[in-house]
């Protein structure tokens, strides 16, 4: 679910971007040369480091929630097992024939929420490495290519309302979903030999975009201040 809304979301504010761009280019000119294609391209794959290293924090968050709050809240309740076969009842003072069954044993349904706990933390260590190498891979060259003048771009700040919308419309569709369901699973009571999904993908994944999009949100701030602030300079 997290993978899914993230890899949407991206998609489609990457499309609304570029159309926004080809609307307006009779006010600004686009710089199709080599080094204006790279600058997106550093742009967007910052932005894809981001994501991943947002996912690495939403596995770590799901192990570490399931260590303290238990499996059965992050990652839903065992599995129901199969009931075997039983004799039926017979009537008062009567001597029961033999029951006999030729059905198999059904098999046991392993619990498998230990397993979805470690790979958890082995998917979310590794990515949030990868991912924070790969974003400060390309924000390094963003910085030699770019220069001083990265906060008074267009691009960049087309890159942080990107990322804000993303992040912030990933929070307020997980955030709330997963609450609600950590909350049922702790206040209300299941019926027997029923499964409920637990809430350990979308309470981790809102628990991860939290920051990232209030983080993205401070910078967009900050970039609005900026030309006030050059101007009082000047």
Excluded at 37 to 49: C, H, I, K, M, N
Excluded at 106 to 124: A, K, N
Excluded at 132 to 158: C, N, Q
Aim: glycine fraction near 12%.
């Amino acid at each position: 679910m997290v993978v899914g809304l993230l890899a949407t979301l991206g998609i489609l504010g990457v499309i609304a971007l570029l159309v926004m761009a080809f609307v307006q280019r009779g006010r600004e000119t686009l710089d199709f040369s080599l080094r204006g294609l790279l600058r997106v391209y550093l742009y967007l794959a910052s932005l894809v480091g981001i994501v991943v290293f947002t996912l690495g924090i939403a596995g770590i968050a799901a192990f570490l929630l399931a260590a303290i709050f238990g499996r059965d809240v992050i990652y839903g309740g065992p599995p129901p097992q199969p009931v075997p076969a039983i004799a039926p009842a017979c009537p008062p003072n009567t001597t029961c024939p033999p029951f006999v069954t030729f059905a198999p044993r059904p098999p046991v349904i392993p619990d498998e929420r230990e397993r979805r706990q470690q790979e958890d933390l082995v998917r979310g260590v590794t990515q949030l490495v990868f991912g924070g190498m790969f974003w400060g891979a390309h924000w390094a060259a963003r910085k030699g290519i770019v220069g001083g003048d990265e906060r008074a771009s267009g691009l960049y700040r087309a890159y942080l309302i990107l990322g804000t919308a993303v992040f912030g419309i990933a929070t307020i569709v997980l955030l709330p979903t997963g609450i609600y369901q950590a909350l049922s699973q702790v206040l209300i009571t299941a019926q027997p030999g029923t499964f409920r999904q637990g809430a350990g993908e979308s309470l981790s994944g809102g628990i991860a975009t939290l920051p990232i999009w209030l983080l993205y949100l401070w910078l967009v701030q900050r970039a609005l201040r900026t030309p006030a602030a050059t101007t009082a300079v000047a």
